[in-house]
């Protein structure tokens, strides 16, 4: 099967599976990436969420930093704080902490990501994550994706949410087809299903259509 075709499977397969969400949106991303020496590095990220159903609202603004060092051959510790600006409602404060382990295969690149991260702020209780998540990504011709070439992306991430001493967990999955605009340069375009809140109340299923440009100085 052509690589083109498979995407197209995925897209269409969590389409189908979040035909029954709560919500349908856009959520449009810019991530700036910065090298330093010692291998440090820096990430900023600007996030929108737009609902495509019912008033059709503009939901919220995310605004983060991460700083990251790697710390080993294919690990990284990276520590950060995102701004969240919800349309209507008080401002929200996180706290990100993440350890990244990426092993580049003879064909794809597969990475593990573990995170926490604490949200506080506003009238609302805090909450406290622990997630994971898997991801592949696939150069659709050759062994890398070369500048106007296409990459395959899928992940599968878990996320453990305690609020109020309620638990929850949520499942996502996301696929992406990916075009390499120059060497510094991406853009990802694809679905982030995300489905929750079926542990002690009625299931919440959400469908982001995600628009990703990357670019590295």
């Known amino acids: 099967?052509?690589?083109?075709?498979?995407?197209?499977?995925?897209?269409?397969s969590f389409l189908v599976r979040g035909q029954g969400s709560a919500?349908?949106?856009?959520m449009p991303s810019l991530n700036l990436n910065k090298k330093f020496p010692k291998d440090w590095a820096i990430n900023f990220k600007a996030e929108g969420r737009q609902a495509l159903q019912d008033e059709k609202d503009y939901l919220q603004t995310d605004l983060s930093m991460l700083t990251?060092?790697?710390?080993?051959?294919?690990?990284?510790?990276?520590l950060g704080y995102l701004l969240r600006v919800p349309k209507g409602k008080n401002l929200r404060n996180r706290l990100i902490q993440q350890y990244i382990l990426v092993?580049?295969?003879?064909?794809?690149?597969?990475?593990?990501?573990?995170?926490t991260d604490q949200t506080f702020g506003g009238q609302e209780e805090a909450v406290f994550r622990f997630r994971y998540r898997i991801a592949a990504e696939l150069p659709l011709s050759?062994?890398?994706?070369?500048?106007?070439e296409f990459f395959l992306k899928i992940s599968n991430e878990y996320v453990?949410?305690?609020?109020?001493?309620?638990?929850?967990?949520?499942l996502r999955g996301l696929g992406f087809l990916g075009y390499v605009l120059n060497?510094?340069?991406k853009l990802e375009?694809?679905?982030?299903?995300?489905?929750?809140?079926?542990?002690?109340?009625?299931?919440?299923?959400?469908?982001?259509?995600?628009?990703n440009l990357y670019q590295s100085f």
């Open 23 to 26: 919500e349908l949106g856009l």
């Open 189 to 211: 375009l694809g679905l982030d299903y995300r489905i929750s809140s079926f542990l002690h109340q009625a299931t919440r299923q959400r469908s982001w259509l995600a628009v």
């Open 142 to 148: 050759g062994q890398s994706a070369d500048p106007h």
């Open 1 to 12: 099967m052509k690589g083109y075709q498979l995407i197209v499977l995925i897209l269409i």
């Open 68 to 78: 990251s060092r790697k710390v080993g051959f294919n690990s990284t510790l990276a």
């Open 183 to 185: 060497p510094r340069a």
């Open 103 to 115: 092993n580049r295969l003879s064909s794809f690149k597969l990475s593990h990501r573990f995170g």
């Open 160 to 170: 453990s949410r305690l609020e109020d001493s309620a638990y929850d967990l949520e």
